[in-house]
């Protein structure tokens, strides 16, 4: 199966610097988009940026020029660079990631880590 393990949320002052970390693990898969999502209280999840396996990558508008998001084929590892935050980037913050199956026990090709929150004051 797919596991995945985020690392990095947390309480910052508006302006301040976050880095999420997302690792996939497991066997019978390769990847082929790594992304982060958030979906704040009574919002819906919305898409904050996702790379690919190839290394493109795309963002939310409200995150550009704010957010970098970053690879690591070797280690299936995602981060998410996040510097000046806002008060309304206050969401939790979910992996996720697309996959290709080769073993035919993993079912699905779409999974998600339980999120990481992040909360910025003002």
């Known amino acids: 199966q797919v596991q995945l393990v985020e690392s990095g949320g947390g309480l910052v002052q508006a302006g301040g610097s976050l880095r999420l970390s997302c690792a996939a693990s497991g066997s019978g898969f390769s990847i082929n988009t790594m992304g982060w999502y958030r979906q704040a209280p009574g919002k819906q999840r919305e898409l904050v940026a996702t790379?690919?396996?190839?290394?493109?990558?795309n963002y939310a508008d409200s995150v550009k020029g704010r957010f970098t998001i970053s690879g690591d084929n070797v280690k299936n590892t995602v981060y998410l660079q996040m510097n000046s935050l806002k008060p309304e980037d206050t969401a939790m913050y979910l992996c996720?990631?697309?996959?290709?199956?080769?073993?035919?026990?993993?079912?699905?090709?779409?999974?998600w880590g339980q999120g990481t929150q992040v909360t910025v004051s003002s």
């Open positions: 790379i690919t396996r190839g290394g493109s990558t």
């Open positions: 996720n990631v697309k996959i290709t199956a080769y073993d035919p026990r993993i079912r699905g090709y779409d999974y």
